[in-house]
């Protein structure tokens, strides 16, 4: 594996992260983590700014892992595997790479004179509330960090596990901007099991938004991926809005599936065993690039906000509360108080 050289979470060819000497492999043998090996590897830098040209609304995120036990079949993420000289397929899916000095690294990076106290978006590349997290336990001390610093984050996952993090994630709120949001695209369990066959179920994950509602902490939900010709019908679509709106979400936002390469080839292949009737319309729709059509994600987005009113929810519009409670003043300097509206897939 080509450790040296590594390129980051950014694509980017930049120092290498962490030096092969500083690698250990682990296996567990234990049903929740048979088949998967664990790459843990002390970083040599946790905080990764996203690049210029990027659709995403923040400028820097921190990712623990590197591969999603998730094993989403259409994870934009997957290319970053290839910079280790693992496949982008299976290896993805089994081989975790685990920054187990995350939480030190982000601590001494806030801490630092240059760090401006901008936001940090976590759960944009890969889920940093995956399986692997219930072993190694790193979002506490990263969570716990930025609320030392008075540190405005957000978090998206398709875990249960932030859960457990929930007195953690009050305190920060007490002294900055919060933002947690839930990926949930579809709650049609056939469509689950086969493209997102590593994740809780959406119910499970609906049960997430309920219980933070329930601690006061307004939750969001990224509707994504929506899946076309797999889970765009309108009795899926309404079906999906009416289950987020009956959780208590605070706002909805539908994303359409996009296909990055590395993420593409994954999942035609997948698509070419589970629906090849589908996959000539997919090459179509899909032929001018890593997205749909923008017909196409205006009229989803379009049905999916009509049924958020109908529902008594609405889109995330940048100005939707994240705090758990009203936040003290920050400290000088203050950070940004833009909410980030996220965006995973």
Same mark, same amino acid.
């Given at each position: 594996?080509?450790?040296?050289?590594?390129?980051?979470?950014?694509?980017?060819?930049?120092?290498?992260?962490?030096?092969?000497?500083?690698?250990?492999?682990?296996?567990?043998?234990?049903?929740?983590?048979?088949?998967?090996?664990?790459?843990?590897?002390?970083?040599?830098?946790?905080?990764?700014?996203?690049?210029?040209?990027?659709?995403?609304?923040?400028?820097?995120?921190?990712?623990?892992?590197?591969?999603?036990?998730?094993?989403?079949?259409?994870?934009?993420?997957?290319?970053?595997?290839?910079?280790?000289?693992?496949?982008?397929?299976?290896?993805?899916?089994?081989?975790?790479?685990?920054?187990?000095?995350?939480?030190?690294?982000?601590?001494?990076?806030?801490?630092?004179?240059?760090?401006?106290?901008?936001?940090?978006?976590?759960?944009?590349?890969?889920?940093?509330?995956?399986?692997?997290?219930?072993?190694?336990?790193?979002?506490?001390?990263?969570?716990?960090?930025?609320?030392?610093?008075?540190?405005?984050?957000?978090?998206?996952?398709?875990?249960?596990?932030?859960?457990?993090?929930?007195?953690?994630?009050?305190?920060?709120?007490?002294?900055?901007?919060?933002?947690?949001?839930?990926?949930?695209?579809?709650?049609?369990?056939?469509?689950?099991?086969? %493209?997102?066959?590593?994740?809780?179920? *959406? &119910?499970?994950?609906?049960?997430? #938004? /309920? =219980?933070? @509602?329930?601690? $006061?902490?307004?939750?969001?939900?990224?509707?994504?991926?929506? %899946?076309?010709?797999?889970?765009?019908? *309108? &009795?899926?679509?309404?079906?999906? #809005? /009416? =289950?987020? @709106?009956?959780? $208590?979400?605070?706002?909805?936002?539908?994303?359409?599936?996009?296909?990055?390469?590395?993420?593409?080839?994954?999942?035609?292949?997948?698509?070419?065993?589970?629906?090849?009737?589908?996959?000539?319309?997919?090459?179509?729709?899909?032929?001018?690039?890593?997205?749909?059509?923008?017909?196409?994600?205006?009229?989803?987005?379009?049905?999916?906000?009509?049924?958020?009113?109908?529902?008594?929810?609405?889109?995330?519009?940048?100005?939707?509360?994240?705090?758990?409670?009203?936040?003290?003043?920050?400290?000088?300097?203050?950070?940004?108080?833009?909410?980030?509206?996220?965006?995973?897939?």
């Amino acid at each position: 594996m080509r450790w040296e050289n590594l390129t980051p979470e950014s694509g980017r060819a930049d120092p290498a992260l962490f030096g092969a000497d500083s690698v250990t492999t682990r296996t567990f043998d234990t049903p929740e983590f048979r088949g998967i090996t664990f790459h843990e590897i002390r970083a040599r830098s946790v905080v990764n700014r996203v690049p210029g040209a990027s659709r995403m609304p923040f400028e820097w995120t921190v990712n623990p892992y590197r591969g999603c036990s998730h094993a989403c079949v259409y994870c934009f993420a997957r290319k970053t595997h290839g910079y280790l000289d693992l496949d982008t397929g299976l290896d993805f899916d089994s081989q975790i790479v685990v920054k187990v000095n995350a939480p030190e690294l982000l601590r001494a990076k806030l801490a630092s004179r240059s760090w401006r106290g901008e936001h940090i978006a976590m759960g944009t590349n890969v889920d940093c509330y995956q399986r692997a997290e219930g072993r190694y336990r790193l979002m506490p001390g990263i969570i716990a960090a930025l609320r030392d610093h008075a540190n405005p984050f957000s978090v998206l996952t398709k875990g249960t596990l932030i859960l457990r993090d929930i007195e953690l994630l009050e305190q920060a709120a007490e002294v900055t901007e919060v933002g947690v949001s839930v990926s949930v695209g579809f709650v049609d369990r056939d469509l689950w099991r086969t %493209v997102e066959p590593g994740t809780p179920a *959406p &119910e499970r994950r609906l049960d997430v #938004v /309920r =219980a933070l @509602a329930a601690h $006061g902490i307004e939750c969001g939900v990224l509707m994504a991926p929506v %899946v076309p010709f797999l889970g765009d019908r *309108p &009795e899926q679509l309404r079906a999906t #809005v /009416r =289950a987020i @709106a009956e959780a $208590g979400a605070s706002s909805v936002t539908p994303l359409v599936l996009h296909l990055r390469p590395g993420a593409r080839e994954w999942y035609m292949a997948w698509l070419a065993e589970h629906h090849p009737e589908l996959v000539a319309r997919y090459e179509r729709m899909y032929a001018g690039g890593a997205y749909a059509p923008t017909w196409y994600q205006r009229q989803v987005t379009r049905q999916v906000h009509e049924l958020a009113r109908e529902y008594g929810i609405g889109p995330e519009d940048g100005a939707a509360r994240r705090r758990v409670r009203p936040a003290a003043p920050p400290p000088s300097p203050s950070p940004a108080e833009d909410p980030v509206q996220l965006s995973f897939l």
